[in-house]
């Protein structure tokens, strides 16, 4: 993954800047990839979005599901990805990677969005997110609880598969975890979004959906959105590493999901769900 992942630029490495005399060396360093990704469905294109190449057909997938009512791998008739070299091979002018996704009669396309997505930010503008998704499934059950003392494991256990973030230093993580706390996937993307999406896609191809009694893990802050695909998911709680935003906040404590920011260094935060977090 990290070969098609990462890329090497050039850089001038400065040392000993305390020094009288600074050592400076000419090499190379290892850069991730941000590159543009096409998701179509039904054919039509519904949006183009700026990602780390690898695992985009849980990526599309992952984005869909937020932007959908598609309850059950059933109603995904098919998925198939097209590198941008082989489309250009079949005269498409300007191609790039693109993500062909068919749904089923009765489910609604999303709504094509008129400009590319950026890495950093998914929701753009308040004509695109009109209002919060319903969860798909109820978020957690009754005897499920989420204890105290294996919150911050779970952070651990997300950092020892960021095998990109050790190369690079700059690349957001995602890590998904069952109802027993055991881990099923980490994914890693310049924009924290798409991290998100691949571990839901992830989920969803791999026929557990709605992720009821299922954590998320994330390696920077908690926005809106990130709270919007979570429910979207059914997902039960999100641990963060960084902080989350007021509206991330507010959208959580109204849905009844486990929110916990600043998991580190031997502390947490909990914003939302506090009854569901055992001593």
Not at 1 to 22: E, I, K, Y
Not at 36 to 51: A, G
Not at 81 to 95: D, H, K, Y
Not at 173 to 187: G, N, S, W
Request: charged share 20%; with cysteine.
């Amino acid at each position: 993954m990290t070969t098609h992942s990462t890329d090497p630029r050039p850089v001038s490495l400065r040392q000993q800047l305390g020094s009288a005399c600074p050592v400076a060396e000419e090499q190379f360093d290892r850069v991730v990839v941000e590159a543009p990704l096409c998701i179509t469905v039904n054919d039509q294109t519904v949006s183009t979005t700026m990602r780390t190449p690898g695992h985009d057909e849980e990526l599309a997938v992952g984005w869909v599901i937020n932007n959908t009512e598609m309850q059950s791998r059933s109603e995904l008739a098919a998925i198939e990805r097209a590198g941008a070299s082989q489309l250009r091979r079949q005269g498409i002018e300007n191609p790039v990677d693109t993500v062909a996704l068919e749904i089923v009669e009765g489910i609604d396309p999303p709504v094509p969005r008129a400009y590319l997505t950026s890495s950093s930010c998914g929701v753009c503008s308040s004509d695109v997110v009109e209002a919060a998704p319903a969860p798909r499934g109820p978020l957690h059950t009754r005897e499920w609880n989420l204890p105290l003392g294996r919150i911050l494991s779970l952070v651990d256990a997300m950092r020892e598969q960021q095998a990109m973030f050790e190369l690079t230093g700059s690349i957001h993580a995602a890590a998904l975890f069952d109802a027993k706390l055991e881990v099923v996937t980490v994914r890693e993307d310049v924009g924290r979004h798409n991290a998100v999406d691949k571990v839901i896609g992830h989920g969803f191809l791999s026929g557990f959906f709605p992720l009821t009694n299922h954590v998320l893990v994330v390696s920077g802050r908690v926005s809106y959105e990130i709270i919007s695909k979570a429910l979207s998911a059914g997902i039960a709680g999100i641990v963060a590493v960084s902080g989350p935003t007021t509206l991330a906040v507010d959208l959580a404590r109204a849905s009844n999901l486990i929110l916990i920011g600043f998991a580190r260094d031997d502390r947490l935060n909990i914003y939302s769900g506090g009854e569901k977090v055992t001593s």
